[in-house]
């Protein structure tokens, strides 16, 4: 039962639709403890990772409102004592790393998703955050449905990337092969063979396994783009310009390959040099205009 400042309270169609949504209403589910609960061992010889022996925390909670705050409960039972005072069974939520909770639990699930403060959210986006308190949570949902959607659209960019790299039939011609590669900052493309292009456009993406494809296919479909980035590894083949690994340093490059001038100092949080440049380039008109004519007068790109 759910409680409300003291009075008892039952879910809305939408509330329960929610939670069934929440799930791909699919029933039961299974609440675990959250991965920060769960470390591994300290003990070398130990393969298990070491956790609680059980959690718990209590099945009340302060929810803010913009009218102010409320005050909600879950129970199994409602006792009223001599005097009009209530007690609620269980006051605590006790698990020692995994619970089942069918369908017939929809509003303990409910309060743990939209009360709980000590629930972790099911999704990075700050809309599902609803009043989890920002502290290590104490219990997790699995979420199956959005498991296998995540791998669905994984396994779906990791085949389109394949298939328009290696695909004879359905990739890309070898041109947009060397345009890309270059756009992807491989150096000297023109020397190199067209597998030898294939596998450098592989490991350059790969290299961020989790945003390298996702962006590949978008830069694949912007001309724009391509063109830009590909024209700045033109620069750096020719000795225009270089990045300097050891001071973070993107500089111009005098007619002896030596530094003749800083163009930008990389902060400790880039990750990724050539993105740091490229973003250089489409924001910087100074910096635009010089490599143009500078790769005009190299007969790199047209007057």
Known sequence: MLFKDGKHVQLSKAQIASVKKAFGDRFPVRAVYPV?????????????????????????????????????????????????????????FNYSGSVVLEEKDIELI?????ICPYTQPMTEDPKDRKNWNGKPPKIAFENKVKEANDRAKDEERTAEFKALIWSTKLGLKEPKLRQVAKALMVSDVDELTVNEVKIAIEKAVTVDRKEGIR????????EAELQSRSMIQAAADRKILKFVPNTKEWVWLDENGKKREMIMKLGPAV??????IYDKYVGDDEFRGELESILKTEGLING
Not at 110 to 114: F, I, P
Not at 271 to 276: E, G, L, S
């Open 36 to 92: 920060v609960r769960v470390k591994r061992s300290r003990l070398k010889h130990n393969v298990l990772p070491d956790k609680p022996a059980g959690i718990s925390f209590p099945l009340n909670a302060v929810r803010k409102t913009l009218q102010g705050s409320e005050h909600w409960r879950f129970a199994d039972q409602e006792i009223v004592l001599e005097g009009g005072k209530k007690r609620y069974t269980p006051q605590n």
């Open 110 to 114: 409910w309060y743990l998703l939209e």
């Open 215 to 222: 962006k590949f296919l978008i830069m694949v479909n912007s």
């Open 271 to 276: 990750k990724n040099p050539h993105d740091a």
